[in-house]
């Protein structure tokens, strides 16, 4: 699947990313857990270079929990502090007081603010609140809620300013494409939604041979192609003629993958 997609909000916020850097003390870093690497943009980590920087793998809950103890280990090498969390019920999130207290300090005024950066859809809103206790900024299950900036008041001296997510460019590696299009960081209207279900069927097999016909018994020895031919046909997903409406079967087996329903799995393997 070759992607080739950068709209120009994107742009807009690689702008407001580089603008708004010298306000804060401190940034936090946040990756998709089930794809540290694939979520992670090249073009964020060289803005962010120098400034004092938390980690944070979010919607660890839908990872592989022995990959993201690979991971953590892996990303606390580059010298920043690194944390795994649910950010809809919390979890993980009571050693972000350490972390912080490892990399940063507040600016002149005794306010320490702080940045959120990540891709679209990786949960950045959800953290903000969850750290706000409430509904402070704007949450959707779709890339592309957070349109601009906001600044969020989590406690008297710690503020925090939310930004819209930024892919880079181009994907020169189209299995990343293929990652962010499976984990829903890319709107399904710019992604081959079938190539990507078909995809993320294959490494199933490949990699959780059973969890596919767990969930689906009719999977069982079946190759991609057949089981959502099969699963649209269990569906009644059907076009006019009596065809299997392959696009409405692929949708519904990313949306089980996307909401944990076939287990949790990491994308990503420890380079």
């Given at each position: 699947?070759?992607?080739?997609?950068y709209p120009?909000h994107?742009?807009?916020?690689?702008?407001l990313?580089r603008?708004?850097l010298?306000?804060?003390?401190?940034?936090?870093?946040?990756?998709d857990?089930?794809?540290?690497?694939?979520?992670?943009?090249?073009?964020?980590?060289e803005l962010l270079?120098?400034?004092?920087?938390?980690?944070?793998?979010?919607?660890?809950?839908?990872?592989?929990?022995?990959?993201?103890?690979?991971w953590?280990a892996?990303l606390e090498?580059?010298?920043?502090?690194t944390?795994?969390?649910?950010?809809?019920?919390?979890?993980?999130l009571?050693?972000?007081?350490?972390?912080?207290?490892?990399v940063?300090?507040?600016?002149?005024?005794?306010i320490?603010r702080?940045m959120?950066?990540g891709?679209?859809?990786?949960?950045?809103?959800?953290?903000?609140?969850?750290?706000?206790r409430?509904r402070?900024?704007a949450v959707?299950?779709?890339?592309?809620?957070?349109k601009?900036?906001?600044?969020?008041?989590?406690?008297p001296?710690?503020e925090?300013?939310d930004t819209?997510?930024?892919l880079?460019?181009?994907?020169?590696?189209p299995?990343v494409?293929?990652?962010?299009?499976?984990?829903?960081?890319l709107?399904?209207e710019?992604?081959d939604?079938?190539?990507a279900?078909?995809?993320l069927?294959?490494?199933l097999?490949?990699?959780?041979?059973d969890a596919l016909?767990?969930?689906?018994p009719?999977a069982?020895?079946?190759a991609?192609?057949?089981?959502?031919?099969?699963?649209?046909r269990?569906r009644?997903f059907f076009?006019?003629?009596?065809?299997?409406?392959?696009v409405?079967?692929?949708v519904a087996?990313?949306?089980?993958?996307?909401?944990g329903?076939?287990?949790r799995?990491?994308?990503?393997?420890?380079?």
């Amino acid at each position: 699947m070759s992607l080739h997609w950068y709209p120009g909000h994107m742009a807009k916020a690689r702008r407001l990313l580089r603008a708004h850097l010298p306000l804060v003390q401190v940034v936090f870093e946040l990756l998709d857990a089930r794809i540290p690497y694939s979520s992670r943009n090249p073009d964020i980590a060289e803005l962010l270079a120098g400034k004092p920087r938390v980690v944070v793998l979010n919607k660890e809950d839908l990872a592989d929990p022995r990959a993201t103890r690979a991971w953590l280990a892996y990303l606390e090498q580059e010298g920043y502090p690194t944390l795994a969390v649910n950010s809809l019920t919390g979890k993980g999130l009571d050693k972000l007081e350490e972390a912080l207290r490892r990399v940063a300090r507040p600016g002149r005024t005794g306010i320490l603010r702080g940045m959120v950066v990540g891709i679209p859809n990786v949960g950045k809103s959800s953290f903000i609140n969850r750290l706000a206790r409430g509904r402070a900024a704007a949450v959707g299950a779709k890339p592309g809620v957070t349109k601009g900036k906001q600044w969020i008041k989590v406690t008297p001296n710690f503020e925090l300013l939310d930004t819209p997510g930024v892919l880079w460019p181009r994907f020169e590696d189209p299995e990343v494409g293929l990652k962010l299009a499976v984990t829903g960081a890319l709107k399904e209207e710019v992604i081959d939604v079938e190539a990507a279900a078909l995809w993320l069927a294959a490494w199933l097999q490949e990699h959780y041979p059973d969890a596919l016909a767990k969930r689906y018994p009719l999977a069982a020895g079946k190759a991609p192609e057949e089981f959502l031919d099969e699963l649209g046909r269990h569906r009644g997903f059907f076009l006019e003629g009596g065809c299997i409406d392959r696009v409405k079967a692929a949708v519904a087996l990313l949306k089980d993958f996307r909401e944990g329903r076939l287990g949790r799995f990491t994308l990503d393997p420890i380079a």
